[in-house]
């Protein structure tokens, strides 16, 4: 964003300030105006943090007509919650997504880029482990660590974090694999409604994400099962403890099919193609 902003005047506001919280969280029209000043541009971080955050920033949206508000944030589960609502029909939303190998290739090059591709179907595309060459896995089992089991369970509300641990290994191990939502609950020993719920969690925390499979009848299509990939190959790599050469693995093909599948993603969304995704098998 700062990139963005060069040679711009422009307001930061952090949400990790708690002079920033205090101010904004339930700021009048007449506050706002005050904190917000000459600027025509307005960049608020870590927007999560800031309580009622959604119904200020409608506040500012609906009252301040020529201004730019630029708003992101870490925590999908609590920005989606926060802003959806309040900001319907009034919003631009975009994702951000794990490095996609067209940005990758840009950077390094296409002999870099082919020389690092095993190390990418281990490691994965985050920015940190990129940039982190021989601490990759240290900063991916810290970011699991940090990031999926305490973020998730504490956003969810998951009471048995084990559940969650035993269900993402599950998926891990099955990539590529049609998902059977019984057979999860029989083998993790609670209900499929958890086990859906759970799985519902995941998805909206951008750890999974579900592909339907293909049928000319919708209704047989939503009846059958799905297949579940990661956004991320390391972040599967870590869940499984597992980031051998690919020499010595027997799940080399689910991680390329893993791989391919979260690339595919990010083109359709970054290219803004309007197309469905599914896999197709006769």
Known sequence: MYNLLENQQFLFLNGDDPIVRTLLENANTQQINNIIAENKIVFIDEAQRIENIGITLKLITDQFKDLQLIVSGS?????NN????????RKWEYHLYPISWEEFENEFGYVKSEQELELRLRFGMFPDVINNKGEENEVLNELV???????????????KPEI?????????????????????????????NTINSYIDLLAKGYV??????FSKNLRTEIRTNQKIYFYDNGVRN?????????????????LWENFLISERLKKNDYYKLKATPFFWRT
């Open 75 to 79: 925590s999908a589960f609590e920005l």
């Open 82 to 89: 926060l802003i959806n609502e309040p900001l319907t029909g």
């Open 145 to 159: 660590t940090s990031y999926l089991y305490k973020d998730i369970l504490a956003f969810g509300g998951i009471r």
């Open 164 to 192: 969650l641990e035993k269900l993402l290994k599950a998926l891990a191990l099955q990539v590529g694999s049609e998902v059977n939502y019984k057979e999860l609950s029989r083998l993790i020993g609670v209900s499929k």
């Open 208 to 213: 999974i994400f579900k592909l339907p499979n």
């Open 238 to 254: 870590a869940i499984i403890g597992n980031f051998n050469p690919l020499d010595l693995r027997i799940d080399v093909g689910l």
